[in-house]
């Protein structure tokens, strides 16, 4: 019989508490970090070192060892749904290699997502704060995530990428340092300012204010995180114009982009450079209120999501009712909706959007 074809191999560790061994395995034995998702609540990582990989899933064990290779389906035609029992106890799951992220139907629905204070955060990858933004993720198809740095300083981050279709960072308040493959030397994001992460570009969080925080949006809610242990950022190249995935990289500077009026001049926006940089398929601007008003709306896309940056408004959405917001709530408004915003006289909002 010839060798199969196997892209890669690692042993499931079945891991009652994924934390607790995630931990044991990186810091008292060593092993680094191939691949950790999804980062608001880890369940999935791999590591490797000392000959070993192992890939930790949270669960209980039922079998004494089990080996996941990736591979073609066709090479182990005596494969079940997958797996194969070997000699012993072992098993053996077989997954196809993807290059493109898995991406679900998803769901319309109406969210509302409230503040709620220290209560409302927990640890995520690399000892960040998270706070779900979009409970339900729509059906696993968008993720929402308002994160926190507490403590200044330098950040224990790796360089990393992300299998996903979208993904963008705003800066809410203070500031990271950040570098990017091919986009020259480390810059500063400002509260105020976004970058569009394109699909797998290399890129790693070096550097933070106390407090710093961010809002990350991305396409599929569950995606991974992979490690690059073989690039060295900032690289020798600068390369503004190189495509990742179809699509470019973009920083957005908050203070050098001029608000535009809207209308008879009452709501002013900003443009990200968003859609431009993803070809359409998304939008982001900042828009507020210069003295208070009624912003109408009507969503017919795939996805609309608003978070509050400052001030108030209160939403009238129609048969989803009428609803009061205020700084760090979050809506999500599902297709076919018209819907206004009755603005306070301070009032500040990301909105993003799919199509852009």
Same mark, same amino acid.
């Given at each position: 019989m010839s060798?199969?074809?196997?892209a !890669? =191999?690692?042993?499931?560790?079945?891991c009652e508490?994924?934390?607790?061994?995630?931990?044991f395995?990186t810091e008292?034995?060593?092993?680094?970090?191939?691949?950790?998702?999804?980062?608001?609540?880890?369940?999935? =990582?791999?590591v490797? @070192?000392? &000959?070993?990989?192992?890939?930790?899933e949270?669960?209980?064990? !039922?079998w004494p060892?089990?080996v $996941?290779?990736?591979a073609?389906?066709?090479?182990?035609?005596?494969a079940?749904?997958?797996k194969?029992? &070997?000699?012993? &106890?072992?098993r053996?799951?077989?997954?196809?290699?993807r290059s493109?992220?898995?991406i679900p139907?998803g769901?319309?629905?109406?969210i509302?997502?409230?503040?709620?204070?220290?209560?409302?955060w927990?640890? @995520?990858?690399?000892? *960040?704060?998270?706070?779900?933004?979009?409970p339900g993720?729509l059906g @696993?198809?968008?993720?929402?995530?308002?994160i $926190?740095?507490?403590?200044g #300083?330098p950040?224990?981050?790796?360089?990393?990428?992300?299998?996903?279709?979208?993904? *963008?960072?705003?800066?809410?308040? @203070?500031w990271?340092?950040?570098?990017?493959?091919?986009?020259g030397?480390?810059?500063?994001?400002?509260a #105020?300012?976004?970058?569009?992460?394109?699909?797998?570009?290399?890129?790693?969080?070096?550097?933070? !204010?106390?407090g710093?925080e961010v809002?990350e949006?991305?396409c599929?809610?569950?995606?991974e995180?992979?490690?690059?242990h073989?690039?060295?950022?900032?690289t020798d190249?600068?390369?503004p114009?190189?495509?990742?995935g179809g699509q470019?990289?973009?920083?957005f500077?908050?203070?050098?982009?001029?608000? *535009?009026?809207v #209308?008879?001049?009452?709501?002013e926006y900003?443009?990200t450079?968003i $859609?431009e940089?993803?070809?359409g398929?998304?939008?982001?601007r900042?828009i507020?209120?210069?003295? &208070?008003g009624?912003?109408?709306?009507r969503?017919?896309?795939?996805?609309y999501?608003?978070?509050l940056?400052?001030g !108030?408004a209160?939403?009238d959405a129609?048969?989803?009712g $009428?609803?009061?917001?205020?700084?760090n709530?979050?809506?999500v408004i599902p297709s076919g909706t018209?819907?206004?915003?009755?603005t306070?006289?301070?009032?500040?909002?990301?909105?993003?959007?799919?199509?852009?």
């Amino acid at each position: 019989m010839s060798r199969p074809n196997i892209a !890669s =191999a690692q042993v499931v560790v079945a891991c009652e508490d994924f934390d607790a061994t995630f931990a044991f395995l990186t810091e008292r034995l060593g092993f680094r970090v191939d691949a950790i998702f999804p980062a608001d609540a880890p369940t999935v =990582a791999n590591v490797s @070192g000392h &000959g070993l990989v192992l890939r930790l899933e949270t669960a209980e064990q !039922s079998w004494p060892v089990t080996v $996941r290779i990736t591979a073609n389906p066709t090479e182990f035609p005596e494969a079940k749904n997958g797996k194969i029992a &070997g000699p012993g &106890g072992l098993r053996v799951v077989i997954v196809p290699e993807r290059s493109e992220p898995v991406i679900p139907e998803g769901e319309q629905k109406f969210i509302v997502t409230r503040f709620e204070g220290e209560d409302g955060w927990g640890v @995520g990858r690399a000892g *960040m704060l998270y706070r779900d933004l979009i409970p339900g993720r729509l059906g @696993g198809r968008f993720i929402a995530s308002h994160i $926190r740095i507490p403590e200044g #300083g330098p950040v224990p981050d790796y360089v990393h990428f992300h299998k996903v279709r979208f993904q *963008m960072i705003f800066c809410k308040t @203070g500031w990271a340092r950040l570098v990017y493959e091919d986009q020259g030397e480390p810059f500063i994001l400002n509260a #105020g300012d976004c970058v569009l992460q394109p699909p797998e570009i290399r890129h790693r969080v070096l550097e933070a !204010s106390a407090g710093l925080e961010v809002i990350e949006i991305g396409c599929p809610a569950i995606h991974e995180t992979l490690a690059d242990h073989e690039l060295t950022l900032p690289t020798d190249d600068f390369r503004p114009d190189r495509q990742f995935g179809g699509q470019w990289f973009v920083r957005f500077v908050a203070d050098e982009t001029p608000w *535009m009026p809207v #209308g008879d001049g009452a709501t002013e926006y900003r443009e990200t450079g968003i $859609r431009e940089g993803t070809v359409g398929l998304a939008g982001a601007r900042v828009i507020r209120s210069v003295e &208070g008003g009624v912003i109408a709306r009507r969503h017919d896309g795939e996805f609309y999501f608003l978070f509050l940056l400052k001030g !108030s408004a209160v939403l009238d959405a129609g048969q989803h009712g $009428r609803h009061e917001l205020v700084e760090n709530d979050t809506v999500v408004i599902p297709s076919g909706t018209v819907f206004t915003l009755e603005t306070g006289t301070v009032f500040e909002a990301l909105e993003v959007t799919l199509p852009g």
